[in-house]
């Protein structure tokens, strides 16, 4: 466990502070009104984060610790795209989707270091937030249709319960749920107050439809509590591994029949879904995954943009939005090898143990396969904000 200060009492900037009134406020009621799309939310929020970069003397040219990982990501990302023989639209989508990431890794590392947010105004502030989403989401869930009525915004009735956050980004307020979780179990704080966040958190996860957040968040839970007392506890750690261990191995043997089973049912799924991906309107949800297994293997894609044009709105099959099917089919295992192991690499430098660097590396990587991450503003500033704490305190205890 570690303890976190506030580094400053530095009065947030405006700029800093608009984008996050849009971003995890309001930018739901432009869409729900109709008078911005997400993506023009997005490019609102984005302006405001590099007129903060530009105030605060963030923009330059010069290589920085903090940055130069992803530079070097975004630049293998396009050898990569030149190599596939992406097209010019190509290389603009993907610059954007690069950008957006880099503004967003800069401007939350400018924001902890200058401590215009610090773990002790989290602490003091989270409560009263969670609770407003607990109420704007328990309103949501029981009033459903008429959100779908009124909305201006296309939308379905699985996706009316996010919050203050974006129109159906039930699995991005979720998966930021997840990330304060762990990043509080990392917090020398109060144990009441953190304990009151993490449940908040919890019971904002169990209001939104997504199943699979909902399971994803009880296994993060429990793996993040284990490493967090085994990190307080070195002495133990090799005992809680060993046994950790020894329990896969009897479960596995005790269950193998099943398992085994298991995994022909899956693959017979898979192989399902692959086969007729191209049939109809939209492919199973898992297609891709069987594509990878039983079709030819692609080593550096097939081009940018291959798997969902934004601009023209065109899929080469729909199995939803992806950041692991997008990677994959547009820039092959060379793209997913690039983008995963830049983020695995932020992510693991600014862990306070490798236990819980993988946990948080294994719950970004599951949401990344049912969700476009690379332009989720609010899951991305999110995670590279309580990194960013994270790391200063190591540094500087």
Known sequence: MISIQGTSSAKMPYSLLFFIV????????????????ITQTNVLALFLLFSFLF??????????????????????????????????????????????????????????????ISARKLERFLPFYLMVQILVCSI??????KILDFSKTQLSIEDTVSGTFYLASDASLAFCCMLLSIFFLSYQGGFARKALIILLGTVIVFLTNSKAMQLLHLMV???????????????????????????????????????????????????????????????????????????DLSIFGSGFIAYFNPIAKTWLYYSGFSLFYTIYIDCGLVGLAVIYGGFFWIIMKNSVSL?????????????????????DLSVLFTLFMILRLLRNNRCSS
């Open 22 to 37: 849009v971003v995890y406020f309001v930018g739901f009621v432009f869409q729900i009104f109709g008078w911005l799309s």
């Open 55 to 116: 105030f605060n003397g963030a923009l330059s040219f010069r290589l920085k610790k903090h940055t130069i990982s992803f530079y070097i990501l975004s630049v293998l990302m396009l050898v990569v795209g030149v190599i596939n023989g992406s097209d010019f639209l190509g290389f603009l989508v993907y610059i954007y989707y690069l950008g957006a990431a880099l503004v967003m890794l800069s401007a939350a590392t400018l924001t902890a270091d200058k401590g215009f």
């Open 140 to 145: 949501q869930k029981t009033i459903p249709d």
């Open 221 to 295: 839970l429990v793996s993040a509590v284990v490493s967090a007392v085994v990190h307080r506890h070195p002495a133990r750690r090799m005992v809680v591994y060993v046994c950790a261990l020894l329990v896969a191995v009897c479960i596995c043997l005790v269950f193998l029949d099943d398992i085994i089973v298991a995994c022909d049912d899956a693959l017979s799924v898979l192989h399902h879904a692959y086969d007729r991906r191209l049939n109809g309107p939209a492919a199973h949800r898992l297609a891709p995954f069987g594509e990878i297994l039983f079709g």
């Open 355 to 375: 236990a819980m660097g993988c946990i948080t590396f294994a719950a970004f990587f599951a949401f990344s396969v049912f969700n476009f991450a690379l332009t």
